[in-house]
């Protein structure tokens, strides 16, 4: 199983960016997929989450209006919109499988309910 996450870059406040998580090797139609990002110096912070069985979605309080997850089964891969971005959005950002999806998105987040994890897209938001 692998996960490519990629659509990171620079961008100025305000402006927006869509992450991409490519699957290869299994099909991410059945699991919940989760982004998470780690800035310098911080912990691990859950971003969003997407069901598999639904497409239910969670996101962290920091998010909420200005991000949106999707996925597309058809081509295997889950997408992040991040709208009105700010400088604290900076961060490595990664995507991750779960088996498990609950509907508390503080017991989703958390990390070690993840078995697989793409190798991060770095986001920077700067003037």
């Known amino acids: 199983v692998q996960l490519q996450a990629s659509g990171g870059g620079l961008v100025q406040p305000g402006e927006s960016l869509r992450l991409s998580c490519a699957g290869s090797?299994?099909?991410?139609?059945?699991?919940?997929i989760g982004w998470f990002r780690q800035a310098p110096g911080k912990e691990r912070e859950g971003v969003s989450c997407?069901?598999?069985?639904?497409?239910?979605?969670h996101y962290a309080d920091s998010v909420k209006g200005r991000f949106t997850i999707s996925r597309d089964n058809a081509k295997n891969t889950v997408y992040l919109l991040m709208n009105s971005l700010k400088p604290e959005d900076t961060a490595v950002y990664y995507c991750?499988?779960?088996?498990?999806?609950?509907?508390?998105?503080?017991?989703?987040?958390?990390?070690?309910?993840?078995?697989?994890w793409g190798q991060g897209t770095l986001v920077t938001v700067s003037s």
């Open positions: 991750a499988t779960s088996l498990l999806y609950y509907d508390d998105p503080d017991i989703q987040f958390l990390p070690h309910l993840y078995d697989y």
């Open positions: 090797g299994v099909s991410l139609n059945y699991y919940a």
């Open positions: 997407i069901s598999g069985a639904d497409s239910s979605t």
